[in-house]
């Protein structure tokens, strides 16, 4: 089923770079809403289990011990469209290829440390917030009543 969710994280570059703050700025103006988020530093197993499709590519290690080199801000965002829409907001994989203005175009450092993650598809989306995320932290209740 086709949701309106996807997921991100912001990498730990741009989190040691002191870049959070604008990038979680450009996902607010673009439209995504937040659902969900924490701050924590992956262990080596755990970012290995989180990207382990790409087990078989030779970047696999590289990007494992990044990914768990620091800390990071995991996400859930709601917007129409949200896993195309985003993936347009962060541009290509590789920041020097990424579109002007996209967050990987701005914040990305090189292709392993590209600033953020974003889902690309609504299935891994789903199973990606999963992995980060309770049910309960996923389906946050209106309070306002
Ligand atoms: O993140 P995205 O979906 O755009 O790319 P991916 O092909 O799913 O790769 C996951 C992550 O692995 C990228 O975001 C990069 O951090 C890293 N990567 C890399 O280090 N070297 C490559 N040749 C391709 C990806
Ligand atoms: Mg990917």
Do not use: C
């Not at 997921?7 to 103006?29: C, D, Q, R, W, Y």
């Not at 290829?97 to 974003?118: D, F, S």
């Not at 889902?119 to 009543?145: C, K, M, R, T, W």
């Amino acid at each position: 089923m086709a949701t309106n969710r996807t997921f991100t994280m912001i990498k730990p570059i741009a989190v040691s770079n002191g870049f959070s703050g604008a990038i979680l700025k450009m996902f607010h103006e673009a439209g995504f809403r937040l659902i969900s988020m924490k701050y924590l530093q992956m262990t080596p197993g755990q970012a290995g289990a989180f990207y382990e499709v790409h087990k078989d590519k030779p970047f696999y290690a590289s990007l494992v011990e990044f990914m768990s080199s620091g800390p990071i801000i995991a996400a859930i965002l709601e917007k129409e469209n949200a896993v195309e829409e985003f993936r347009k907001l962060i541009g290509a994989t590789d920041p020097s290829m990424a579109a002007p203005g996209t967050i990987r175009n701005l914040y990305g450092k090189n292709l392993t440390e590209n600033a953020v993650h974003g889902s690309d598809s609504d299935e891994n989306a789903e199973l990606e917030s999963s992995f980060f995320f309770s049910g309960i932290e996923q389906y946050p209740v209106d309070h306002s009543g």
